[in-house]
């Protein structure tokens, strides 16, 4: 959904009057529908990528609930690095695995290592996705520091 296309023209106000006059000083159905409203808004482009930010809500929601519940300062630290690495590895799957494939064949056939074969990702990048990975990350930081 681009901002200047006739679908968010649409969009944003709806969104306005759901959140200012409807869901008015209930919090957990603002929220709620904040939530539905950037899935849509992002499902917008291109639907397959809406398991990925699906996802990562879905990990870092039930790691943020488990930090607080945790007694063990290690246990704590060990969903927070559960969290950082998963999301880490979703960004650098999707946005950074063709770059080392390409550069592994080219170093490989420099040095006289011939490979011919390889795959690579032919998929287009999942749009804002190191902006989505990088805030999820944030969500989870901000549980362990008690922000």
Known sequence: MLFNSLEFLLFLPLFFIFYWFVFNKNLKYQNSLILCCSYIFYGWWDYRFLSLIFLSTIVDFIIGLNIPKSNSEKLK?????????????????????????????????????????????????????????????????????KK
């Open 77 to 145: 630290k060990l969903l927070l690095w559960s969290s950082i690495l998963f999301n880490i590895g979703v960004l650098g799957y999707f946005k950074y695995y063709n770059f080392f494939i390409i550069s592994l064949v080219e170093f490989l056939n420099s040095i006289g290592i011939e490979i011919n074969s390889f795959r690579t990702l032919n998929i287009i990048l999942p749009v804002g996705i190191s902006f989505y990975t990088f805030q999820t990350m944030s969500y989870t930081i901000d549980i362990y520091r």
